[in-house]
């Protein structure tokens, strides 16, 4: 918690929002906000939860439950982190610590045979992203295009093209997906 506004005002300014674009976002006053940032304030759990939500993270990432972790860039194979698993047959598992700075998402996805990623992720994200096939068959859809890949190929596209992602093949096929959230 000692950290917390140097925190805030490092995810702020890596978003490239100021002072009053966050306190807008947040439903806080500006003052309020650059008393927390300078440890003149402390917020409440609910303002706390708006700045997090604002800051697209987490109130564990903004008061630092993983500082000793992030001191370690590794993250062993047994280590990864269940994310999401949908009823459409995608587990979604996050194979890097989180970090205020970090400028990119990287996720491992599973899709049992004909699954597909549908609400495996927020569809109204604005992000670059890529994937990189490890097993299997992929369909992607992109703006009413198809594109089939095969263990080893990969694809670069903006998120707001992205329509569906399907196992094409009886049998598990994974890939690594990474995603660059456009900043604010």
Known sequence: MERLGERIKERREALGLSLGELSNAAGVSASLLSQIEHKKASPSLNT???????????????????????????????????????????????????????????????????????????????AQEFCYILSGVIEISLNGKLHVLNQGDSIYFDSNELETIVNMQNGVSDFLWMIAPDKL
């Open 48 to 126: 706390l939860k708006s700045i997090a939500n604002s800051l697209n993270t987490t109130i564990g990432a903004l008061v630092g439950e993983k500082d000793t972790i992030n001191r370690n860039p590794v993250v062993r194979h047994n280590k990864k982190k269940l994310i999401k698993q949908t009823e459409y047959g995608a587990i979604l598992y996050q194979i890097s610590d989180y970090s205020l700075v970090q400028s990119i998402e990287t996720y491992l996805v599973r899709l049992e045979s004909q699954g597909h990623c549908k609400d495996l992720t927020d569809s109204t994200r604005h």
